[in-house]
């Protein structure tokens, strides 16, 4: 079935108004291309037109309609530009109206002494009160269809070359004066529309652009959104569906010699009710014929690379050879080292590989790997190369997948030739609920959502620059109890140069309250050359430093039980999961840990936010919820994995009982009628097939 009109798909040049000049603005500024695009651009307020205010009753920032007359204008001479100044008058008061440009036309069309509706926001500077390039029409001439006009989000350049609020009203209602249920025709099945009582996809875009009533605004945004997150949902879940019918996996029946020793005799101490419930589900999940593609979370310090060594052996036992990868040198580095211990004496053969093995171990290596006598190979991005060729490969985990790139990731189904490998990506950021819903409703979840018994809970301050004479005493209690310290600074790219002078000039300020040769500093950054970087690594892991100045090298891959304070510089300049992160590598040991927080003293409502939720919890869920919250949950489902997700409506965080209810709906109905093909679902199957056409998916990919 093909959409049943081309308006929507109409290009915007072609719209009454744009013309083709005006059309590569409204895409180089909105990314508007065709009709759709442009009603998919929901006004983000109303401006309540059925109220006149009066000059007297106005305040600073408020947007009001006034009636009155303009009693004179007079160009005024400003030191570095020219202004059109005006005044004002109903029968209340004056007011001042400024235009910066256009003054010339401005003087020609308006008529003084004549009565005008004017609209926009109002200044007060030094007690008189302003407007800067109001709206202005005759009142004679002024009429509304709708007592709520849409203000839509605009750039200057937008207003500055004919397409202000005005001019997108009129383009957008001459738009929506075409439209009819053929050309807008109900997407959504009719039992959901009748049993949530929705109104008709027509009404929404109608109302939500030109509403004559609150209750209007209300029912058109609840169609809109859940009509947008339940076609996410059909999406995700269509994909899922079709993954496990299609996709076979290898199955993995044997639970044998290498899983067993290592669980009876090597495992040192017991592991969680979580491990054990998450490591069931993998297990179970290898073993049904299906390829596996699930995420483990768990919080930093949880256990789950125990959980995935242990996934890998099952691999083995079957036959398989298993990978791993994580993002930087040092992590890999950590969990080949880990893993190479804890297997010693299972007759398992462990690999390294990165970007720095070259020559004739690299060569070795690669044609071991291929000849199938390597059994775990651990390294970075390398792996992903082609000429990294494994003679089985069961499983492939991957290490705090953020990290990764989706299309990096997805060279891992490449690895085998016919059977794509078992994937279980690991991240030590917990993700709410709400978002795995909706941005990993394709991947199964596994949540360890419990420490190792023993361990403490960090406890998190925040300091500024005023206590520092008490955080270096401090520091000095914790190293005479045989304690080490980790002092880490930011390093943003924009920032680079600035960032190493701050780590610079910070070191030398330690230097002098622990001199040599009393106490030992180690300092580690990204430009480092590795092996320099490593030596001081391993120097403070030996114990040999008592302090490591970092930048957020090491975020992840160092794990030191005997460090026991993170100070965290600048920490207003760190993102949320950052800190959580970086408050991870403490805590390790048995010792009670500390996480100081120093900032400057002004703070941005911002920054006191994630400061004030560092201090209040360890509960990396929380702390992930706060964080979508004030940044937004990121296009997870794409290949952009920061920012906004890629909704024109809906909110992940907000709109959670929506989201739901979507879910549910679109559970029911593929159970019904998984391939869309009942003729009462024609056009829900059309609209998602448009919406699949405009996304490339990559969320299948884990």
Request: aromatic content about 8%.
């Amino acid at each position: 079935m093909s959409r049943p009109d081309r308006i929507l798909s109409r290009k915007i040049e072609f719209v009454k108004g744009v013309g083709e000049s005006r059309a590569k603005l409204l895409f180089s500024e909105l990314g508007v291309r065709t009709v759709e695009d442009l009603l998919q651009i929901f006004p983000f307020r109303y401006d309540d037109r059925s109220v006149y205010h009066l000059i007297k009753d106005v305040q600073d920032g408020d947007y009001v309609q006034l009636k009155g007359e303009v009693l004179s204008l007079e160009k005024v001479k400003g030191k570095y530009k020219n202004r059109l100044r005006g005044t004002f008058k109903d029968g209340s008061g004056f007011l001042e109206l400024t235009w910066f440009q256009g003054a010339k036309w401005i003087v020609d069309q308006i008529k003084l002494n004549t009565e005008y509706v004017l609209y926009g926001k109002v200044k007060i500077y030094k007690g008189v009160k302003s407007i800067a390039h109001p709206e202005l029409e005759l009142a004679s001439d002024h009429q509304s269809k709708s007592s709520y006009l849409p203000v839509y989000a605009s750039t200057e350049k937008l207003n500055s070359r004919g397409l202000n609020m005005k001019a997108r009203r009129n383009i957008v209602l001459n738009i929506l004066q075409q439209l009819s249920e053929k050309v807008l025709p109900e997407t959504l099945p009719v039992d959901v529309v009748t049993q949530l009582k929705l109104c008709s996809r027509l009404q929404s875009y109608q109302w939500i652009h030109f509403p004559e009533t609150n209750d209007a605004i209300a029912s058109a945004t609840n169609r809109l959104k859940f009509e947008e997150l339940y076609f996410l949902q059909l999406k995700i879940l269509q994909q899922k569906r079709i993954r496990e019918s299609k996709l076979i996996g290898i199955n993995f029946d044997t639970i044998g010699r290498h899983f067993n020793k290592f669980y009876y005799e090597k495992l040192e101490f017991e592991l969680t009710d979580a491990q054990k419930r998450v490591i069931k589900e993998i297990r179970a999940d290898m073993g049904r014929g299906i390829q596996m593609n699930r995420l483990l979370q768990g919080d930093v310090g949880s256990g789950k690379t125990i959980v995935a060594l242990m996934s890998m052996l099952i691999a083995i036992d079957n036959g398989y050879q298993t990978c791993m990868l994580a993002p930087t040198e040092i992590l890999a580095q950590q969990h080949y080292q880990s893993i190479s211990e804890s297997v010693q004496g299972l007759g398992v053969q462990v690999a390294f590989l990165s970007g720095s093995v070259k020559g004739k171990t690299r060569k070795e290596l690669l044609h071991y790997l291929k000849d199938g006598h390597i059994d775990i190979l651990v390294g970075t991005h390398a792996i992903l190369e082609d000429p990294v060729r494994f003679d089985r490969l069961g499983l492939a985990v991957t290490d705090e997948q953020h990290r990764f790139g989706v299309v990096q990731r997805s060279k891992l189904w490449m690895k085998n030739k016919d059977i794509p490998p078992h994937i279980l990506v690991m991240t030590a950021t917990p993700i709410p609920r709400t978002l795995a819903m909706t941005a990993y409703g394709d991947l199964d979840v596994s949540v360890i959502d419990e420490l190792p018994p023993g361990r403490k809970p960090v406890k998190t301050v925040h300091r500024t620059d005023g206590h520092r004479s008490f955080v270096v005493k401090f520091m000095k209690e914790e190293i005479a109890k045989g304690r080490q310290v980790y002092v880490v600074y930011p390093l943003i790219e924009e920032s680079a140069k600035l960032d190493l002078q701050n780590l610079q000039v910070g070191y030398e300020l330690l230097l002098n309250d622990f001199p040599k040769p009393d106490y030992q500093i180690s300092v580690v950054h990204g430009r480092m050359k590795p092996q320099d970087k490593d030596h001081e690594m391993q120097r403070f892991v030996s114990g040999t430093t008592q302090i490591m100045v970092a930048t957020t090298v090491i975020e992840v891959g160092v794990n030191v039980p005997n460090a026991s304070i993170m100070i965290i510089e600048n920490a207003e300049r760190f993102g949320l999961s950052q800190l959580h992160q970086l408050r991870g590598r403490v805590g390790r040991g048995a010792d009670q840990s500390f996480c100081i927080l120093m900032t400057k003293t002004g703070l941005s409502e911002y920054a006191r936010k994630r400061i004030k939720t560092m201090c209040e919890t360890n509960d990396g869920f929380k702390i992930a919820e706060v964080d979508m919250k004030l940044r937004g949950p990121g296009d997870i489902e794409g290949t952009q994995q920061s920012g906004v997700m890629d909704l024109k409506i809906a909110n992940i965080t907000g709109d959670t009982r929506i989201m739901e209810a979507a879910r549910y709906f679109a559970l029911q109905l593929l159970d019904k009628d998984p391939e869309l093909s009942d003729s009462n679902h024609a056009n829900t199957a059309v609209h998602l097939n448009h919406i699949k056409a405009q996304h490339q998916n990559w969320g299948r990919i884990s």
